[in-house]
């Protein structure tokens, strides 16, 4: 069963930086996997903040400009560099990485991420 392990939450400043990570304990960055990070703030619904597919991404319009999302995909891990981050980026923040044509969806558990003010 492969497992996705999402580190570098924590706590910061608006206006600070964090850099996520989520690391796969197999070869499941192919390269028809789309690779996505979502939050979830709460009471609210999950969101889809970034997504990777064939070197292409797309953001959600609150974090363009100020989120970036790559993946290594040699290494079966994906980051997401967060700069200028708001109270409202307040999250638990998940990785997910679906496999096209296999079915498979694979998810993380989470990292919190706070931001003050």
């Known amino acids: 069963q492969v497992q996705l392990v999402e580190s570098g939450g924590g706590l910061v400043q608006a206006g600070g930086s964090l850099r996520l990570s989520c690391a796969a304990s197999?070869?499941?960055?192919?390269?028809?996997?789309?690779v996505g990070w979502y939050r979830q703030a709460p009471g609210k619904q999950r969101e889809l903040v970034a997504v990777i597919s064939d070197g292409r991404t797309n953001y959600v319009d609150s974090v363009k400009g100020r989120f970036t999302i790559s993946r290594d995909n040699a290494k079966n891990t994906a980051y997401l560099q967060m700069n200028n981050l708001k109270p409202e980026d307040t999250s638990v923040y998940y990785c997910?990485?679906?496999?096209?044509?296999?079915?498979?969806?694979?998810w993380g558990q989470g990292t919190q991420v706070t931001v003050s003010s």
């Open positions: 197999g070869s499941i960055f192919s390269i028809n996997a789309i």
């Open positions: 997910n990485v679906a496999q096209l044509g296999l079915g498979k969806d694979y």
